[in-house]
Protein backbone atom coordinates (compact mmCIF):
# COMPACT_ATOMS: atom_id res chain seq x y z
CA UNK A 1 0.00 0.00 0.00
CA UNK A 2 1.46 3.04 -0.98
CA UNK A 3 1.59 6.47 1.14
CA UNK A 4 -1.29 7.98 -0.81
CA UNK A 5 -3.53 5.07 -0.21
CA UNK A 6 -2.74 4.83 3.75
CA UNK A 7 -3.18 8.02 4.18
CA UNK A 8 -6.31 8.25 2.48
CA UNK A 9 -7.44 5.16 4.75
CA UNK A 10 -5.93 6.90 7.88
CA UNK A 11 -8.43 9.93 7.08
CA UNK A 12 -11.71 8.33 6.57
CA UNK A 13 -11.33 6.33 9.58
CA UNK A 14 -10.24 8.83 11.83
CA UNK A 15 -13.75 11.13 10.35
CA UNK A 16 -16.01 7.92 11.07
CA UNK A 17 -13.81 7.48 14.64
CA UNK A 18 -14.60 11.01 15.70
CA UNK A 19 -18.07 10.98 14.66
CA UNK A 20 -18.72 8.59 16.99
CA UNK A 21 -19.99 5.93 14.10
CA UNK A 22 -17.67 3.15 16.25
CA UNK A 23 -19.51 0.86 18.33
CA UNK A 24 -21.54 3.09 20.82
CA UNK A 25 -23.16 5.95 20.07
CA UNK A 26 -22.31 9.01 22.07
CA UNK A 27 -23.89 10.37 25.27
CA UNK A 28 -25.23 13.50 26.03
CA UNK A 29 -24.56 14.94 29.03
CA UNK A 30 -27.80 17.46 30.49
CA UNK A 31 -28.01 18.76 34.01
CA UNK A 32 -26.51 17.66 37.34
CA UNK A 33 -25.63 13.69 37.22
CA UNK A 34 -26.18 12.18 40.61
CA UNK A 35 -23.53 9.47 40.62
CA UNK A 36 -24.06 6.49 43.43
CA UNK A 37 -20.93 5.29 45.76
CA UNK A 38 -18.14 3.40 43.45
CA UNK A 39 -16.48 0.01 45.25
CA UNK A 40 -12.73 -0.53 44.87
CA UNK A 41 -12.25 -4.22 44.59
CA UNK A 42 -9.60 -6.74 44.04
CA UNK A 43 -10.94 -10.05 42.48
CA UNK A 44 -9.59 -12.78 43.72
CA UNK A 45 -12.28 -14.88 41.90
CA UNK A 46 -12.31 -17.09 39.13
CA UNK A 47 -12.70 -15.45 35.82
CA UNK A 48 -16.73 -14.52 35.19
CA UNK A 49 -17.52 -14.76 38.81
CA UNK A 50 -19.11 -11.60 40.37
CA UNK A 51 -16.63 -10.15 43.11
CA UNK A 52 -17.48 -10.72 46.75
CA UNK A 53 -17.82 -8.61 50.11
CA UNK A 54 -14.20 -10.91 50.89
CA UNK A 55 -12.98 -9.42 47.57
CA UNK A 56 -13.46 -5.53 48.27
CA UNK A 57 -10.55 -3.77 48.19
CA UNK A 58 -6.90 -3.99 47.69
CA UNK A 59 -4.19 -4.22 44.53
CA UNK A 60 -4.42 -7.10 41.79
CA UNK A 61 -1.53 -7.21 38.92
CA UNK A 62 -1.74 -6.67 35.23
CA UNK A 63 -0.74 -9.82 33.45
CA UNK A 64 -0.94 -8.12 30.26
CA UNK A 65 -2.50 -5.45 27.57
CA UNK A 66 -4.45 -6.30 25.46
CA UNK A 67 -5.28 -2.90 23.73
CA UNK A 68 -5.68 0.76 24.79
CA UNK A 69 -8.32 -0.11 26.64
CA UNK A 70 -8.51 -3.92 27.57
CA UNK A 71 -6.07 -6.00 30.34
CA UNK A 72 -6.02 -9.38 31.92
CA UNK A 73 -5.05 -9.69 35.68
CA UNK A 74 -2.79 -12.04 36.82
CA UNK A 75 -6.22 -14.47 38.11
CA UNK A 76 -7.33 -14.40 34.48
CA UNK A 77 -10.06 -11.69 34.92
CA UNK A 78 -9.91 -9.44 31.69
CA UNK A 79 -11.21 -5.33 32.41
CA UNK A 80 -12.56 -3.41 30.10
CA UNK A 81 -11.68 0.55 31.03
CA UNK A 82 -15.37 2.34 31.90
CA UNK A 83 -15.54 5.73 29.51
CA UNK A 84 -13.16 5.39 26.88
CA UNK A 85 -12.62 3.91 23.48
CA UNK A 86 -9.45 2.99 21.70
CA UNK A 87 -8.87 2.54 18.12
CA UNK A 88 -8.80 -1.29 18.03
CA UNK A 89 -5.53 -3.84 17.45
CA UNK A 90 -7.71 -6.07 15.04
CA UNK A 91 -10.11 -5.06 12.77
CA UNK A 92 -12.72 -6.86 10.20
CA UNK A 93 -11.54 -6.92 6.50
CA UNK A 94 -14.35 -8.94 4.22
CA UNK A 95 -15.41 -10.31 7.08
CA UNK A 96 -12.53 -11.66 8.22
CA UNK A 97 -9.79 -10.50 11.19
CA UNK A 98 -7.17 -8.96 10.35
CA UNK A 99 -3.72 -7.91 12.43
CA UNK A 100 -3.65 -4.79 11.02
CA UNK A 101 -4.90 -1.97 13.53
CA UNK A 102 -6.64 0.91 13.36
CA UNK A 103 -4.60 4.42 13.19
CA UNK A 104 -2.99 5.49 16.53
CA UNK A 105 -4.32 1.76 18.13
CA UNK A 106 -0.28 0.85 18.41
CA UNK A 107 0.20 4.47 20.43
CA UNK A 108 -2.78 3.69 22.75
CA UNK A 109 -1.80 0.86 23.57
CA UNK A 110 1.88 0.95 24.57
CA UNK A 111 0.43 4.14 26.35
CA UNK A 112 -1.45 1.76 28.09
CA UNK A 113 0.93 -0.83 28.50
CA UNK A 114 3.83 1.79 30.12
CA UNK A 115 0.86 2.79 32.40
CA UNK A 116 0.14 -0.67 33.61
CA UNK A 117 1.23 -4.00 32.69
CA UNK A 118 2.96 -6.14 35.53
CA UNK A 119 2.19 -3.64 38.15
CA UNK A 120 -0.55 -3.34 41.14
CA UNK A 121 -3.64 -1.74 39.76
CA UNK A 122 -6.56 -0.79 42.02
CA UNK A 123 -10.06 -0.88 40.36
CA UNK A 124 -12.83 0.64 40.85
CA UNK A 125 -16.29 -0.40 39.38
CA UNK A 126 -19.13 2.23 38.84
CA UNK A 127 -23.33 0.75 38.38
CA UNK A 128 -22.59 -1.79 35.95
CA UNK A 129 -19.45 -4.50 36.35
CA UNK A 130 -19.49 -6.56 33.44
CA UNK A 131 -20.18 -6.11 29.87
CA UNK A 132 -21.57 -8.67 27.11
CA UNK A 133 -18.41 -10.47 27.24
CA UNK A 134 -18.20 -10.43 30.72
CA UNK A 135 -15.33 -8.75 31.11
CA UNK A 136 -14.96 -6.84 34.39
CA UNK A 137 -15.94 -2.82 33.61
CA UNK A 138 -13.92 -0.34 35.60
CA UNK A 139 -11.77 2.63 36.49
CA UNK A 140 -7.72 1.64 36.72
CA UNK A 141 -5.80 2.94 39.25
CA UNK A 142 -2.12 2.72 39.23
CA UNK A 143 -1.06 4.65 42.91
CA UNK A 144 -3.69 7.50 42.39
CA UNK A 145 -2.98 8.09 39.22
CA UNK A 146 -6.43 7.00 37.28
CA UNK A 147 -5.22 5.43 34.03
CA UNK A 148 -8.74 5.92 32.02
CA UNK A 149 -7.59 9.98 32.39
CA UNK A 150 -4.24 9.54 31.15
CA UNK A 151 -5.31 7.78 28.28
CA UNK A 152 -7.87 10.21 27.36
CA UNK A 153 -5.29 13.49 27.92
CA UNK A 154 -2.55 11.50 25.61
CA UNK A 155 -4.88 12.06 22.99
CA UNK A 156 -5.56 8.42 21.71
CA UNK A 157 -8.53 7.19 22.70
CA UNK A 158 -12.10 8.97 22.45
CA UNK A 159 -14.40 9.04 25.55
CA UNK A 160 -17.40 6.91 25.00
CA UNK A 161 -19.81 7.08 27.87
CA UNK A 162 -22.19 4.20 28.33
CA UNK A 163 -24.81 5.16 31.16
CA UNK A 164 -25.34 4.33 34.01
CA UNK A 165 -21.67 4.36 34.59
CA UNK A 166 -20.86 8.17 34.00
CA UNK A 167 -18.35 8.11 37.85
CA UNK A 168 -15.90 10.47 35.92
CA UNK A 169 -17.66 11.67 33.15
CA UNK A 170 -17.17 15.93 33.61
CA UNK A 171 -13.61 15.25 34.26
CA UNK A 172 -13.30 12.57 31.09
CA UNK A 173 -15.02 15.26 28.84
CA UNK A 174 -12.62 17.89 30.08
CA UNK A 175 -9.52 16.01 29.40
CA UNK A 176 -10.86 15.16 25.92
CA UNK A 177 -11.67 18.81 25.10
CA UNK A 178 -7.73 19.65 26.53
CA UNK A 179 -6.69 17.03 24.49
CA UNK A 180 -8.49 18.70 21.45
CA UNK A 181 -7.70 21.71 22.09
CA UNK A 182 -4.03 20.88 22.49
CA UNK A 183 -4.11 18.79 18.93
CA UNK A 184 -2.73 15.77 20.77
CA UNK A 185 -3.38 12.07 18.99
CA UNK A 186 -6.60 11.78 17.11
CA UNK A 187 -7.09 15.34 18.00
CA UNK A 188 -4.31 16.65 15.26
CA UNK A 189 -5.09 19.60 13.09
CA UNK A 190 -4.72 17.01 10.13
CA UNK A 191 -7.47 14.33 11.80
CA UNK A 192 -9.25 17.06 12.76
CA UNK A 193 -9.88 18.13 8.94
CA UNK A 194 -10.73 14.60 8.07
CA UNK A 195 -14.00 15.00 9.25
CA UNK A 196 -16.73 16.87 8.58
Same mark, same amino acid.
Given at each position: &?? %? #???????K?????????????????????ILF?????? %??? *?? $????????????????K????????E????? &????????? $?????????????????? /??? /??????????????????????RD?????? *???????????????????? %??????????????? &? #?? %????????????????? #????
Amino acid at each position: &MD %Q #KTGESQKKAFLSRFLRGGRRFPPVVLLGPILFLSVVSI %QVN *AE $PGAEPTPADLGGLIAVKRVIDGDTIELVNGE &MVRYLGIDA $PEMRRKVHGRWVESGEPY /AVE /ATALNRRLVEGRPVRLELDRESRDRYHRLL *AYVFVKDRLVNAELISSGYV %QVRLHPPNLRYADLF &M #KL %QAEALAHHRGLWTSESR #KSTP
